[in-house]
């Protein structure tokens, strides 16, 4: 859903084709008895409906300016990048055999853009359809990638990340070992047999079940168990300036940012045809050209995901306090030390940590979230984490270009490439001071209480 209760939507297109003949060249016929090329025609098109440029926009109205508050943002851009009542070259062509009239024909000019339709069957590549700027319609809604899948991996990358290790799971999943050791012995058991000459054949190829467990292994054993070692050795050389780090950020606002996806897709072709087909040349010259024209089209896609958020916290063994001596004694308490090395080790108790030791929980979150939902209710009850605001960011662009290479008698080849776009930004606002799961209406007076300790209000 792109509108909201509070939303504002505008639109506008730019650079309306006229509907009028545009010159390209002209024809000429060759005279037998002149024995020279005589004018026989002008050649001019007639643009098609279109828009060079539209654009929507759906955002919201706040007090300002000074403007203090942002909100959800979502902007369409739809653009041709070329004149869409253009002449793309020039030059001479010449008919290479007589025509079915039996005559010769020149032809010197231009060539007129390509139709629309060659961009693509696909509705939302005929800018001029109105649908397409109209966000209460699917077709419209359809041009916006789901965020669906990246809205808890926005607040779990972007929040303040006091565990720095996983002690607890780590420790927890140690009764593994024994299995992950049994079950590399057997892959280099089999990688061994396979280089003897006397039983390559039978241990060459490994059976499904084999080829699974080693992928599990190497996948859900190995990679998180030497990940946890390095975030050991990482959060050991550096636990002093961690501690400090949480300490000072302990009750304060905290401004994130988070770089969480660039995905550039692999050029896909969508189409390609060679034959006698040009752009808006003299019709009786398509058929008359020296050589072939190839036309393809290229699809380009980019996305872009990110978030940014301002967060707080409260954690009472990182409470510093006014630096009194009563405080810094406290501070200073064999029971605050353990517990801060506990918090950035990870060894604490939580309901995260606790999930995840639950053998086969990584399953469960390879095919869901329920991971990321667990650990909202610890940041919220057992971190106090709260964001005075978090937005999820989305960029698409996506390009489409018609090339066409055309062979012409005495000119060479002529190159030409058209291209049109559809971008797309979007900037989702999670719903509470807890994330993209909980709306205001849906907090407790405990969350209430903490989102109001931190200085946290509700802002429409």
Known sequence: MLVGTHSRVRSRVRGLTVQKPIPLGTTEVWSSSQNQWVFRSNTSYTPEQDFQLAELVIDETHPGPPYKSGGPFAKLTLRADYPLMGVFGSGECTSWAPYIDGLLYRYKGGHAPPPKNLFGVEAQWDFSNPHLLDPSLVICQNLFPDPTDWV???????????????????????????????????????????????????????????????????????????????????????????????????????????????????????????????????????????????????????????????FSYYRPEFDRGNFSVEADKKYRS???????????????????????????????????????????????????????????????????????????????????NFSRSIETKQRISASSPYGFALTWDQLTPRQLTIAGALGISRVL
């Open 152 to 310: 808890t991996k926005a607040w779990q990358k972007t929040k303040p990340q006091l565990e720095q290790a996983s002690g607890f799971v780590a420790l927890a999943e140690g009764r593994d070992i024994p299995h992950m050791l049994h079950e590399t012995a057997k892959e280099f058991h089999y990688a061994w047999k396979a280089l003897v000459p006397q039983t390559r054949k039978a241990f060459w190829n490994q059976s499904p079940k084999e080829a699974s467990d080693t992928f599990l292994n190497q996948q859900f054993g190995w990679r998180p168990f030497l990940s946890d070692l390095s975030a050991f050795s990482r959060t050991f050389e550096h636990a002093h300036e961690i501690i400090a780090q949480i300490s000072r950020d302990n009750g304060k606002k905290v401004r994130r940012r988070r770089s969480l996806s660039k995905v550039i897709d692999e050029p896909v072709q969508v189409s390609w045809t060679n034959g006698f087909q040009t752009i808006g040349l003299e019709p009786r010259l398509q058929q008359n050209i020296e050589g072939w024209t190839n036309r393809s089209l290229v699809e380009y896609k980019q996305t872009k995901v990110s978030a940014v958020g301002v």
């Open 334 to 416: 064999l029971w605050n030390t353990a517990m801060r090395q506990m918090t950035i080790y990870g060894a604490r108790v939580s309901p995260t940590n606790i999930y995840k030791a639950i053998p086969w929980s990584w399953a469960v979150d390879w095919m869901s979230n329920f991971g990321d939902y667990i650990s909202y209710f610890t940041d919220i009850f057992q971190d106090s984490i709260a964001a005075d605001y978090c937005y999820l960011m989305l960029h698409q662009h996506t390009r489409r270009t018609l090339s066409y290479e055309s062979q012409y008698n005495g000119l060479g080849s002529l190159f030409a």
